[in-house]
């Protein structure tokens, strides 16, 4: 049998202090703890898990939720019996969760310390640890009395907080489900280069607010070793929640990396972070690059689902708006805000475009053609010979196509003149995917999915490609090995949208990525402006679409080219 050693915290070290006993005649709650080892996120770890009940708790109704990293310390118990019974926050369980040990293979061996890769890595594997795994389990146990837990869903009752590398922990997990977190206590946070953490400023700046409420705590003297300045990455983080327009306080000090200074404003701060409850936390409005194209309290709306997997968004003149289901080879038309078959065999149909003739081109998977389908849905040959992803029809009829497929990590980007005769024009790009041109369809945009770059080159008048460039750089999610960019499109401020496994991202001219906007089921594969002013985007999101209105209008390829206003550089 495996001997399991004591759990052990590595480097940077950190001590907690217990709180002095409370004196008031206060409600006392009780406290059991257990070892986890079923994780399938985290497979092969085991922790220990410490479980308080406040007195108050019935067994029925469903108890807020605080849950803080690195075990529970002893301050928490009496600060949530004080505040409970003094009702300046609502009935709380509090769950203090050790980091995973894979136990040692024998006593000549040592155990895999999970706790820098669970703490300090970002993505949402343990945001689903958590919320899949470890709180289903909570609930299987029973509090003095014979109570049984029960631990509310909703995000606006749950919280999250810890020390040090406990501390960005809880704000990943607040930043990954905001829906299912949306209170954090961050004390000594590590927000630095250990595992990416010192990119949280500026995600916490491009990204659309999410509505999630922050207490900070550090100190002048904490650390500043090879993985950067704590004292100075926790004030930078404090700057970037204010410019996002978060809910966020601080208390700094001038104490070192030291988990104890948690207990001193740990009460305030409780009494913060659940005040105005049960209303959740309310997001800001962010930038002045977000506040320039989204409208406050306009979010995204659905527009269909149970789709296979949808793609080619596309919009004619009058702003209709019309996608296909590539797995089921429909295109559907957006009538009155709700999907239409239009056709029932799209021959496989994936990305297309309106041309400026008003026929609808698509790239057709199932015969490897370019057809144009007309307004009675009847189609006609329009270009063969090769297997198109994702296409642009420009104001001359000329087309751009990519084919990611016929060589492996070397695709090809085609040329297609008015009258269907086609060339190759560049080949290269491990996976060229999404394509668009400016607004005054000087440049080419491609994206390159298996990479973090979107493409820009010069189009000559015989339709070759010049200058080409790896322009835009695109944020890629920590848990990704690209950045999955697919669908572009242009506003008509020169704006590039994006659509990438982070959501969309909104770059300016210079090739910089101003905006994240993620979707509500975390999924876009392209979009598409429509409406009749073509200010509603739509999105298409694997089995469902989403649209919604914004205050930039989209710039369609088929009109006539104009000068976009120059960047600001």
Not at 158 to 184: H, K, L, N, Q, Y
Not at 428 to 440: E, M, Q, R
Request: aromatic share 10%; proline share 7%.
């Amino acid at each position: 049998m495996r001997r399991l050693l004591p759990l052990l915290l590595l480097t940077p070290a950190i001590a907690f202090a217990d709180e002095p006993k409370q004196s008031d005649p206060v409600p006392k709650g009780t406290t059991f703890s257990f070892d986890f080892n079923k994780s399938k996120v985290f497979p092969g770890t085991t922790r220990r898990v410490t479980v308080f009940v406040p007195a108050q708790y019935d067994g029925k109704t469903p108890a807020c939720v605080y849950v803080n990293q690195d075990g529970l310390p002893g301050y928490v118990g009496p600060t949530f019996e004080k505040l409970i019974a003094a009702k300046e926050m609502p009935v709380t369980i509090a769950i203090g969760v050790t980091p995973g040990v894979v136990p040692a293979a024998s006593k000549d061996t040592l155990p895999r310390f999970n706790r820098s890769y669970e703490y300090d890595g970002l993505g949402d594997a343990y945001a689903r640890m958590l919320l899949d795994e470890l709180l289903p389990e909570v609930e299987t146990k029973t509090a003095t009395g014979d109570r049984k837990i029960v631990l509310s869903k909703k995000g606006a009752d749950r919280a999250i907080g810890g020390a040090s590398s406990g501390a960005i922990c809880a704000f990943t997990v607040a930043w990954e489900r905001p829906d299912a977190f949306t209170r954090v206590f961050s004390t000594i946070g590590t927000y630095v280069g250990l595992r990416g953490g010192d990119i949280y400023p500026t995600l916490i700046r491009k990204f659309e607010p999410k509505p999630i409420r922050v207490f900070l705590q550090d100190g002048s003297k904490d650390l500043n070793i090879y993985g950067g300045d704590w004292w100075m990455a926790n004030q930078t983080m404090q700057r970037a929640l204010v410019f996002g327009g978060y809910e966020v306080k601080h208390e700094w000090n001038e104490g070192g990396h030291d988990g104890g200074l948690a207990a001193k404003p740990f009460p305030e701060a409780t009494k913060w972070l659940w005040k105005g409850w049960p209303e959740a936390p309310k997001a800001g409005e962010g930038s002045s690059q977000l506040k320039e194209i989204l409208i406050p309290g306009e979010g995204w709306k659905l527009v269909g689902e149970g789709y296979k997997f949808t793609e080619g968004p596309a919009t004619n003149a009058k702003g209709e708006v019309f996608f296909n289901d590539v797995g089921a080879a429909k295109t559907y038309k957006v009538v009155d805000g709700k999907p239409v078959e239009w056709l029932a065999d799209s021959k496989r149909g994936d990305g297309q475009r309106f041309g400026p003739d008003g026929k609808l081109y698509a790239n057709a998977a199932g015969v490897n053609k370019i057809l144009a389908w007309d307004a009675e849905g009847k189609a006609t040959e329009f270009a063969t010979g090769f297997k198109g992803n994702d296409l642009v029809v420009l104001n001359t009829g000329a087309i751009y196509d990519t084919d990611p497929f016929e060589t492996p990590n070397n695709s090809k980007i085609y040329y297609v003149s008015p009258q269907g005769e086609k060339k190759v024009v560049d080949t290269g790009l491990k996976f060229a995917n999404g394509i668009t041109v400016s607004p005054d369809q000087t440049l080419l945009y491609v994206a390159d999915s298996r990479t973090h770059w979107v493409y820009s080159y010069s189009i000559q008048p015989d339709g070759t490609l010049a200058n080409k460039q790896k322009y835009y750089h695109l944020y890629v999610h920590d848990r990704d090995d690209d950045s999955g960019a697919d669908g572009l499109r242009v506003d008509r401020d020169g704006r590039l949208w994006v659509a990438t496994k982070a959501g969309l991202q909104v770059c300016d001219q210079a090739g910089r990525v101003n905006c994240i906007i993620p979707t509500p089921n975390g999924k876009v594969s392209n979009l598409t402006f429509g409406g009749e002013n073509m200010d509603v985007i739509y999105a298409t999101c694997g089995e469902k679409v989403y649209s919604r209105k914004v205050k930039v209008k989209g710039a369609n390829a088929f009109e006539k080219p104009f000068k976009p206003t120059a960047p600001r550089l």
